[in-house]
């Protein structure tokens, strides 16, 4: 098992749909994160899990809504999305958000979210 | 708040060498990384800098200068499977919370 998956791998929603986005590390880690990646954009922070608390929400509209039952896993919740919205959405892993030491992040493979 | 700069876009050929440079204005600095990003794939961890100099890992090398906010990531041996975007990201904060933020990521392509 790789260490860091995402499902689903695309997903295509209306505006008033509601979905979920998975995502599982097979790591031991401690920490989980959301990115939003769009077009000629850097990679946007959306939430911080630390031990499976909430730790960090970057400003992310309330479509959006995170959970992450225990360290292993983390959902990103989704209704009434904008098109703006379409993007490549990553999950990512580490260890913890330590204070000092390459604490590099593991990335999954995204999903690529297209709203219409 | 942060700012990172990286160029858009460079080009290269099989064989040479490449250096591409991120400079960052930040408050409570705590390390930076590079990441490699292949297109529709995840960005992949290459190396971590927190104090000034030089860490060498095989063909690829990063470049701190904390009294600069400038560091820059340079291959060597150039293969066309190092065409990629290549990813600076700054960490800091304060108080236990230290966040990474990227930079818009350097598309490098690399021709025979």
């Known amino acids: 098992e790789t260490g860091v998956t995402q499902t689903p791998r695309h997903l295509v929603m209306g505006m008033t749909n509601k979905k979920s986005l998975k995502c599982e590390q097979h790591?031991?880690?401690?920490?989980m994160y959301w990115y939003k990646q769009s077009a000629k954009k850097p990679l946007e922070l959306m939430f911080v899990y630390n031990f499976k608390e909430q730790t960090e929400n970057n400003s992310v509209p309330s479509r959006f809504s995170p959970e992450c039952p225990n360290s292993s896993h983390l959902f990103l919740h989704l209704h009434t999305l904008q098109p703006e919205d379409s993007a490549l959405y990553l999950c990512a892993s580490s260890q913890e958000p330590a204070e000092s030491g390459s604490d590099e992040q593991y990335f999954g493979p995204g999903t690529r979210l297209t709203v219409t | 708040g942060q700012n990172i700069d990286q160029p858009t876009e460079m080009t290269a050929t099989e064989g040479a060498i490449v250096q591409i440079n991120c400079t960052y204005q930040?408050?409570?600095?705590?390390?930076l990384f590079w990441y490699q990003q292949h297109a529709g794939e995840a960005p992949t961890f290459l190396s971590y800098?927190?104090?000034?100099g030089l860490e060498e890992k095989g063909r690829f090398s990063s470049f701190l200068s904390r009294s600069k906010g400038y560091s820059y990531l340079l291959l060597k041996e150039l293969q066309m499977k190092d065409s990629a975007s290549y990813l600076c990201?700054?960490?800091?904060?304060?108080?236990?919370?230290?966040?990474?933020?990227f930079g818009r990521g350097t598309s490098l392509i690399v021709h025979p």
């Open positions: 990201a700054v960490r800091s904060g304060s108080g236990g919370s230290y966040i990474p933020t």
């Open positions: 800098n927190v104090l000034d």
């Open positions: 790591l031991g880690h401690n920490a």
């Open positions: 930040t408050s409570g600095f705590n390390g």
